[in-house]
């Protein structure tokens, strides 16, 4: 099975976006558009293609829908006010509009069937909302953690074991969060030690550090630099700051000597930090210390979004 993301946005008919995932939501199903020039339903691809390929120049999304997509696959989309949903395929590809979709003048029309959950927005892996940012249609979530997660979270939307999830590999915290969840972690750790994260200095062009810290009190600044994986950290690299350092790798590979102007936070800090913060930290980080927890054969106990 495969983990995707779907954007819902209509280009070809006069209806508006919100009109448009209103009627995937009426109608358990999310798609894309390049229409016939009548209502048809058609589940044989060969007849499909053959007429709109003469209408449309560019068939690649749907070729790629027919394709890819299966019974039991799982989707991520979004609506207009930014609000998150996990979808479960029912079907594969199929072309079909209803008389309601046309009279709306909905660009939907090559389409799977779906039954569709909405997820509270911090129940969302960062990795995922991530990849809501390239424009393409639909795209696969070639993420191993996020597709363990996400099978997880619908077993939980539904109440039903209906995936075994692998644990293998993701029995550690940090292999579940993603760079972003990473940095969120240790920035929320800061802040609590009373130290103030300057917003727009968090850039993706900052390649020596992740955000700029300032310290109320006593007006100090500090840089901040987060790596996962096995990335290293090189504490000679940050020596000649006017700033203090902090870093955080979070497999603890740190090389150089050790310097009065650098910290090295542990992982042991990061991990008390967190379980004793579950109360008011996102709710993603307490969602992922109970995959992890969570046995292949149990049942969840309750549905939690």
């Given at each position: 099975?495969?983990?995707?993301?779907?954007?819902?946005?209509?280009?070809?008919?006069?209806?508006?976006?919100?009109?448009?995932?209103q009627y995937?939501?009426?109608?358990?199903?999310?798609?894309?558009?390049?229409?016939?020039?009548?209502?048809?339903?058609?589940?044989?691809?060969?007849?499909?293609?053959?007429?709109?390929?003469?209408?449309?120049?560019?068939?690649?999304?749907?070729?790629?829908?027919?394709?890819?997509?299966?019974?039991?696959?799982?989707?991520?989309?979004?609506?207009?006010?930014?609000?998150?949903?996990?979808?479960?395929?029912?079907?594969?590809?199929?072309?079909?509009?209803?008389?309601?979709?046309?009279?709306?003048?909905?660009?939907?029309?090559?389409?799977?069937?779906?039954?569709?959950?909405?997820?509270?927005?911090?129940?969302?892996?960062?990795?995922?909302?991530?990849?809501?940012?390239?424009?393409?249609?639909?795209?696969?979530?070639?993420?191993?953690?996020?597709?363990?997660?996400?099978?997880?979270?619908?077993?939980?939307?539904?109440?039903?074991?209906?995936?075994?999830?692998?644990?293998?590999?993701?029995?550690d915290i940090?292999?579940?969060?993603?760079?972003?969840?990473?940095?969120?972690?240790?920035?929320?750790?800061?802040?609590?030690?009373?130290?103030?994260?300057?917003?727009?200095?968090?850039?993706?062009?900052?390649?020596?550090?992740?955000?700029?810290?300032?310290?109320?009190?006593?007006?100090?600044?500090?840089?901040?630099?987060?790596?996962?994986?096995?990335?290293?950290?090189?504490?000679?690299?940050?020596?000649?700051?006017?700033?203090?350092?902090?870093?955080?790798?979070?497999?603890?590979?740190?090389?150089?000597?050790?310097?009065?102007?650098?910290?090295?936070?542990?992982?042991?800090?990061?991990?008390?930090?967190?379980?004793?913060?579950?109360?008011?930290?996102?709710?993603?980080?307490?969602?992922?210390?109970?995959?992890?927890?969570?046995?292949?054969?149990?049942?969840?106990?309750?549905?939690t979004a």
């Amino acid at each position: 099975m495969y983990l995707f993301r779907i954007h819902i946005r209509p280009s070809g008919g006069t209806a508006d976006a919100k009109t448009t995932f209103q009627y995937c939501l009426d109608n358990s199903l999310l798609g894309v558009g390049w229409r016939l020039n009548e209502y048809r339903h058609i589940v044989d691809w060969t007849e499909y293609e053959a007429s709109a390929s003469q209408i449309h120049d560019d068939l690649n999304t749907c070729r790629y829908m027919k394709k890819w997509i299966s019974e039991g696959d799982l989707f991520w989309t979004r609506d207009t006010e930014g609000e998150y949903y996990l979808s479960r395929a029912l079907s594969g590809w199929e072309y079909w509009q209803s008389q309601d979709g046309i009279d709306l003048d909905v660009d939907i029309a090559n389409i799977f069937r779906c039954d569709i959950r909405k997820v509270e927005v911090d129940s969302v892996p960062g990795k995922v909302i991530a990849c809501f940012r390239p424009a393409r249609t639909l795209q696969e979530i070639a993420d191993p953690k996020s597709l363990e997660y996400s099978k997880n979270l619908w077993n939980q939307l539904v109440g039903e074991l209906i995936y075994e999830v692998d644990h293998q590999g993701i029995a550690d915290i940090f292999t579940m969060l993603d760079d972003e969840e990473t940095e969120d972690l240790v920035f929320l750790y800061l802040q609590s030690q009373s130290w103030l994260v300057v917003p727009n200095s968090r850039k993706v062009d900052t390649m020596s550090y992740e955000y700029l810290l300032v310290d109320a009190k006593t007006n100090e600044k500090a840089k901040v630099q987060v790596k996962t994986g096995h990335v290293p950290l090189n504490i000679d690299d940050y020596i000649n700051s006017k700033e203090k350092v902090f870093l955080f790798q979070a497999n603890e590979i740190y090389q150089g000597s050790a310097h009065e102007n650098v910290v090295c936070i542990t992982r042991q800090v990061i991990v008390d930090f967190l379980m004793g913060s579950l109360s008011w930290l996102p709710g993603i980080f307490a969602k992922k210390l109970a995959l992890i927890s969570t046995s292949l054969t149990s049942l969840p106990k309750s549905v939690t979004a």
